[in-house]
């Protein structure tokens, strides 16, 4: 667990970290989109690899409320992104 003073900062993260992921797909596109292509089925093997793996661990229930919380948003962007 971690302290309640740290959620801004983990915020901060994840806003960089998506806005970074989207702006790697859309401007590698450049290139008859292959760059596009290849980052968006990276990060869909990626999600794939994780999602399996926690749900063998046993942590379907905290991994995927945090998933659809924030997929709705951000995998949608980066798939505009991508487009």
């Known amino acids: 667990a971690r302290e ?4 801004i900062e983990m915020f901060g993260f994840y806003i960089s970290n998506n806005i970074g992921v989207s702006f790697r797909t859309f401007a590698s596109g450049i290139l ?9 089925v990276y990060n869909g ?10 749900t063998n661990a046993g942590f379907t229930e905290t991994f995927f409320t945090f998933v659809v919380g924030h997929g709705s948003f951000e995998l949608t962007a980066i798939c505009i992104s991508g487009a």
């Not at 309640?4 to 959620?7: A, E, G, L, P, V």
């Not at 008859?32 to 968006?40: A, E, P």
């Open 45 to 54: 093997l990626l999600m794939g690899a994780v999602s399996g793996h926690l």
């Open 32 to 40: 008859f989109g292959v760059g596009s292509i290849f980052f968006l």
């Open 4 to 7: 309640s003073s740290t959620n």
